[in-house]
């Protein structure tokens, strides 16, 4: 081997032991703090990691802190660990900004996240919209969904960026939120014409705002339109329209619509929207619905509320409909999920 080749092999031996050595103390670190339960020593730890620069490129470990501290309501440790960020040379980087805001944003924090957004023309950082939309994104995690417009029609044009499909989505989310479902019509339209398809994200987001909101037919005109642009309905489609129809006690269409959902591999209804259908089942009368939608509970090993379920045993039971009663009854005790009784 001639000395440069062993030169070079030392090199490189060196650089991934220095390399390995890094990435097991960025996991130690983050380990370290996962763990942690006491929030003053987490900030301390955090703090401490955050020296290391392969640590700094463990999003789920920022996202786990800033969770735990904004459910706390210590919004100040929040705001000092994001800070503390600032000394280090990725603040020049784009993208780590972006994620800064987007953790701001996450805390309900957007003063802080506009704080950081803005600052970056102090420090030459490029804003393109990359930082635009963790902006926005910020903007409605906050719930300042009023502002949303203001940031995408007057900032956009201010810093000559052109929203992509990400910003249109994050905007008609704040209008959706805010029940303002005519100017999100009118905005999927603006973007339509400016060249942007419509994703499964622009149809979920309008499908949740107007089902939610009892415009079921405006609900549906949507969806037809998802199914021009051959757009497929997922879990989040099919639960939003579930909703629709529990809201307008539409039951036997709801039964047509789990159906659908079983055919397509990888529908299953979730918790919220089952905790929904459930008691308006029983309302409208229709207890063989109920039994179905508790059966799909039990056999999914769904989180569903016990007290609902029961509910339902009970309405069987009292209908004379023991038979099926006492299939959930077994069902639960067999999956060791649900505590059932027939009274």
Partial sequence: MSSLCRHLHRTLSTTTSATAIDSTKAKSFCKEI????????????????SVDEDFRTKPSVYKEAVRRLAAARKLNYVEEILEDQKQYKDISKEGFNAHLISLYGSAGMFDNARKVFD???ERDCARTVLSFNALLGACVKSKKFDEAEGLFKVLSKELEIEPDLVSYNTVLKAFCEMGSLDSAVTLLDEMEKKGLEPDLITFN?????FYAKGRFVDGERIWEQMKEKNVEPDVRSYNAKLLGLALERRMEDAVKAVEEMKRRSGCKLDRLTLECLIPFALQKGDFMFAYGICKCVLCSKLPVQNVLIQSVVDALAEKSKIEAATELVKLGDAHHAYSLEIK
Avoid: P
Wanted: overall charge neutral; proline content about 0%; hydrophobic content about 45%.
């Fill in 119 to 121: 600052e970056m023309l």
């Fill in 34 to 49: 996962f763990k942690e339960r006491n929030l003053e020593q987490l900030v301390e730890k955090f703090k401490i990691a």
């Fill in 205 to 209: 987001t309008l499908l949740n705002g």
